[in-house]
């Protein structure tokens, strides 16, 4: 069996040697790579302006990525998130510390780490007078593929992103969420093995952001890391292998889903069907006395901490023989995410 690597190191691409004669579409599995993917220890950036108070964006930040993992980078606004995918993917260079990616430092070796990533950016980075088929043509060429490789990763890349009924569209004419679809797909269209996404959902609907979280899912299966931003909790939650949570330049939490899910209260949701909502019921669920109860109509969500004060409440409401249906159900990551960030602005 034999590589064609000898057609794309002429150009510097060394992931290229990944490809396989007998299967000139597919790549090798990026999972047989070992070590760390991204290791990041003491990482600090800080904003000087003239006249103006430091800015401290990065706090001592220190995280490992494994290889062939979907990592989550979450935060509110202004947490750090942009400024350490800045950081990690060479465009911004840090005060102190260390970043490595694959192996290689982002100082010392920028060109080393770009040859092994790719990056979604925050804002579209679309030709606008191109059609989508050139758009992701230009994409390949400039990361030096063959004119069949590029035939091959389009046609891959369109069925994956849902994007063949488009491709003679210009990029003007899209809606805003096909354009941001396009942008992550043109990123799939070389085989690198690390790629950052940087709120690539962002301006999605629903369709959009479902026909690219799939896309995403396909390609991580392959043994891809992929690091990723997102407002969007329930997003990370389904994506990720693991997480880290920012506040203020600093991890306040980090490890799998689960794991950061069980650093917070272990919340409990009793969603209750009525035929009706009694003052009886009311305070035969107060009296238990609940974190919080949501009413909406005949609807009722009681949160509690246990699951024998959640069987309490449902076998009060049961004896007044209103209940049409319950549902129990535990806490999400974006509960955990918001009592979290709440915790730590109270303490600062």
């Known amino acids: 069996m034999q590589n064609v690597a000898s057609l794309e190191m002429e150009n510097g691409k060394e992931i290229l040697r990944l490809m396989r004669t007998d299967h000139p579409k597919q790549a090798l599995d990026f999972s047989l790579m070992s070590g760390a993917a991204i290791e990041v220890h003491d990482l600090v950036k800080t904003y000087q302006k003239r006249h103006h108070k430091p800015v401290k964006a990065v706090r001592g930040l220190s995280f490992t990525v494994r290889r062939g993992e ?8 202004g947490a750090g998130k942009t400024t350490t995918i800045k950081i990690l993917t060479t465009l911004l260079a840090p005060t102190s510390g260390s970043a490595r990616v ?7 070796d920028p060109l080393g780490v770009r040859k092994n ?85 962002t301006g999605m609907d629903a369709f959009n952001k479902r026909r ?19 407002h969007v909790l329930d997003e990370a939650e389904e994506l990720c292998d693991s997480v880290a949570i920012m506040n203020h330049g600093r991890i306040i939490a980090r490890g799998s889903v689960e794991d950061v899910k069980s650093m917070s209260l272990r919340l409990l949701y009793l969603t209750l069907s009525l035929a009706a909502v009694s003052d009886d019921l009311l305070r035969a669920i107060h009296i238990r006395n609940p974190i919080a109860v949501d009413i909406k109509d005949t609807t009722i969500e009681v949160t509690v901490r246990e699951a024998t004060e959640a069987l309490d409440v449902l076998a009060a409401v049961r004896q007044t023989g209103l209940l049409r249906h319950f549902e129990i159900t535990s806490a999400s990551l974006e509960d955990v995410f918001l009592q979290l ?8």
């Open 70 to 77: 979907i990592f989550g980078l979450l935060g509110p606004n």
């Open 102 to 108: 694959f192996g290689q430092d982002v100082v010392a």
């Open 117 to 201: 990533i790719c990056v979604v950016i925050q804002e579209n980075a679309i030709e606008l007078y191109l059609s989508v088929c050139n758009n992701l043509r230009t994409f390949g060429r400039f990361h030096g593929l063959t004119g069949r490789q590029i035939d091959g990763q389009i046609d891959r890349v369109s069925d994956l992103f849902g994007l063949r009924e488009y491709l003679n569209e210009k990029g003007m004419d899209l809606s805003g969420g096909l354009k941001r679809r396009v942008q992550v797909a043109k990123t799939f269209m070389v085989e690198k093995p690390i790629v950052f996404l940087d709120e690539a959902t």
């Open 212 to 230: 690219t979280i799939d896309a995403i899912k396909e390609e991580s299966r392959k043994g891809r890391t992929i690091v990723l931003t997102t």
């Open 341 to 348: 960030v709440d915790t730590k602005e109270s303490a600062s």
